[in-house]
Structure formats: C-alpha cells, structure tokens
C-alpha cells in the first residue's frame, strides 16, 4: 500500500545542494508530492519532502540522503498524525457568556420560556435552536475509505474530517455518532430514535448492501434530508467531472455507452445517478452477483471486465483494486476514471499512452466538493429529502466552475461550495423536496 513518507532533511544552504537531494529522490523512482523550507539556521535548511512510497518496498532512499556529502537525515515527520492529536473537532458556543444575566438568558430561568415556545409551536424549534445547522454523521465503520470494515472508533477520524470540512466551508455542525451495529434493522430503529437531534443526516461509510437497505428504509421513515455520501456524494463529483470531459472530448454524455467497474455502494450510486441523468447504455461488472443483479434492475447491463473495457466509450471504475485495469484494456479515445483512493485501478499516464482521450484518478476528484453543498442547500430550503433534480443541481453547478484542464472546481475555494449549496436550494424548492 503506498502511503505519504514525509521526511527531514538538513541541507547546506548554498547553490545545488537541493537538487542533489532531489536527484538521490528520482533515483530510486520516488516522486516528491510536496517540498517545505521549514527553517533556516545560518548555513542550513530544513526541508520537509512528501513522498508517495509502498510501505513493503526498501528504496534505500535513507542511506542514499545520508550519503550525500551536503546533507543529513534527521527522521521523518508525524505531520499527519500531529493534525489529529485531540482530534479534529469540538463544540463551541455562538453566544457570550460573561455576565450573570447571559447566564441566565440562555440557562436557567430563561431557556425554559424558548422550551416551552417550542412545544406549543414545534416549528419554532428552527428559529431557535441549531437544528439548521446541525448534520448527524452515521457510521456503523464497515466501509471506511478502503480500508474496510475496520470498526466505528477506528472510522471515527474520518467522520471528525467530514465535520470539520462542513464547519469551514458551509458553517454546518457535523456530529460523528457511531454505531455498533451491523443489521439493517438495529441501524434502521437506532438512527430513526435519534434523528430529533439533527437537521439533516449523512450516513456514512456503511458497507453494501446494508447501505441500501438501510438508507431506503430512513427515507421512508423520515422527513429530513438523509443520504449515504458513499453513494450520491460520489455520484453528483463523477457526474460533473463527467460533464466537463465529455464537453472537452466532443462526447455525449446520454448517448455513451458508459462502463462502471465496481457495484459496491459508490458504483451502483454513480450508476444510479447517470441512469436518471438519461445515460442510456450503462454496462457495469462486479465480482458479486446480486450488485449486477441490482445494476440490471434499475436499468443497467452486467457484463465482464473484459466485456466493460471493449464496449465503454467511458469507464468508471470504484472497486479498490490498484492496477485491476491493464493497460492493454483501454481502448483508443476512451475517458478513464478510475476513482479508487489511494490507489487508482489504472493510472492516468498508463492509460493515456494507450490512448486514452483522457484519463483522471480520485485524487482529482473528490466527494468533498459535493456533500458540504448539498446538505447546506437542502437545509437552507427547509427540505425533507433530497431529489435528484438537487444532485443535477449541484454537479452542473461543479462543471459550470471547473475552469482550464481541470474537470471539477478548487475544492478549497469556499465560493465553490456556496454556489453548490444555492443552486441545491433552488432546486430543491422548484423539485418539490420541501412539500
């Protein structure tokens, strides 16, 4: 598995003492991810290297550094983990508490005139709590990234990401609840007894099929925005890259045979979505005989790997599988998205040189730029579920930023995800989601 090495190095301050270290790097066919002066003391400098590097591989790198007569290696970095030390999270209050009287304005005697105004008026509960703002993040921990079923705690970083990612950019309360759970029924009955406690819900990282059956089920039983990220957080990013590339390749994008490899929760979402976008020819494969099954009832066709790559105009794959795709698989003028992180199926230099029109990877297109937006959205139009004209919305409004070669926006730029959470509001209001 290749994971980010970050290293420090010393370096003497003076003319190519960098580019001998960058050079003993390209030697052992690293490629350096990131570079960071990160201090200089008179006659040295201290650089932080990113690297990408499979944990079961000795590239002799270490010894190749400390050989160089200009530089040492002084360890490796827990940059990574020093951003997660107490976690990523935390409650804080909007209002000031400094004097008594604020105390007793917002606690007690006060608060029970605002407790009371609910309960004769429930849906004051909106104008004065923050149940507007307030996502529950769900996960039972047996899809977490790649990763697999590795339990709710050990997905508990993943989930305080997600809440702090909709804390920056659409000023959301995200709150991670996790569930030791793996039966539909315990997930269906235990987020239904708590769903007063938010706005809206996300769940998350929940394996397939539960994740459909459970999240079927929550739609019905509740009236609130509820989606698994897994699946249309996914779909509406694949959708507008989808739009950008076909428009950039002369393509159309409903007239496209279009191949999904992988039906697992993301898959049979991207599927989903393209089907009701008016895709015609979705052809899908999966080493599970009832995902095909599921792709064939909603509209799709099963096939082999085999038959997938000779048929697609565009392939999409989301299995996990690093270099499940060969490079003999792809065809001239076919688009590639293989969306497996870290490790794509096929990389996006491979299959262009087979000749590929265009060719991306997860790295460039990411979930985050969907679920800030579309729970913001659907929150600020009072919705009571999500549509798909919300997920139209919001990948149309991604194809619309996406600016230069890029397929997708800058995913850090806030305006993006304000833009995507205004045009999910005006849909949902026009699509019926808030009746």
Known sequence: MRVPEILLIQSEHKPG??????????????????????????????????????????????ERIDALPNAKLLGKSDRVF???????????????IE????????????VARVCLAIRKNPEEVWEYTNLRRTVGIITNGTAILGLGDIGPRAGLPVMEGKAALMAKFVGLSGIPVLLDAKEPAQIIETVKRIAPSFGAIQLEDIAAPVCFEVEDALRDAL????????????AVVTLAALLSATQRT???????????????????GIARLLIAYGVKNVVGTDLNPNAVKRLESMGG????????????????????KRGLIKPEMVQKDQLILALSNPEPEIEAGDALAQGAAFAADGRSINNFLGFPGLFRGALDAEAKRFTDAMFFAAANKLAELAVGHDLVPDSLDIKVHEQVAKAVCEAAKSSGACD
């Open 17 to 62: 003492s960098l580019a001998k270290i960058l050079q003993a790097i390209g030697e052992t066919g690293l490629v350096v991810e990131h570079l960071n002066a990160v201090r200089r003391d008179q006659d040295q400098t201290v650089w932080e290297v990113t690297l990408e590097m499979d944990e079961n591989v000795d590239y002799g790198l270490y």
């Open 82 to 96: 020093d951003r997660h030390r107490g976690g990523k999270i935390m409650m804080v209050t909007r209002t000031r």
């Open 99 to 110: 004097t008594l009287q604020q105390l007793r304005d917002i606690y007690t005697p006060g």
């Open 223 to 234: 009236d609130m925005p509820l989606m698994h990220d897994d699946q249309h957080g996914t």
């Open 250 to 268: 002369g393509h159309e994008i409903e007239h496209s045979v279009i191949g999904q490899v992988g039906l697992g929760a993301a898959g049979i």
């Open 301 to 320: 066709k099963g096939g082999s790997l085999e038959d997938v790559m000779r048929q697609a105009d565009i392939v999409i794959a989301t299995t996990g």
